[in-house]
């Protein structure tokens, strides 16, 4: 775990944003597995909370190298 390392949205490794990516690569996690877990949680929280949560993550985290 690098937890040094700042919150970015990964370049890289990203599917819309490059939030998950971000966040798996800071932690030295799965993309994939992270990826599918936010989206099992957001579907059984409704979606709602899960899009808002990705939304102001997207506006907030800066863009990676």
């Known amino acids: 775990m690098n937890a040094s390392r700042p919150f970015t ?3 890289h490794d990203r599917m819309i ?3 998950m990516g ?3 690569q800071r932690y030295g996690w799965n993309s994939t597995l992270l990826r599918a877990v936010f989206v099992i ?3 059984a929280s409704a979606a709602f909370p899960g899009i808002l949560v990705y939304l102001i993550l997207w506006l907030l ?3 990676g190298d």
């Open 9 to 11: 949205r990964s370049r």
């Open 17 to 19: 944003a490059g939030v």
């Open 22 to 24: 971000g966040i798996a």
């Open 41 to 43: 949680v957001s579907i």
């Open 61 to 63: 985290m800066p863009e």
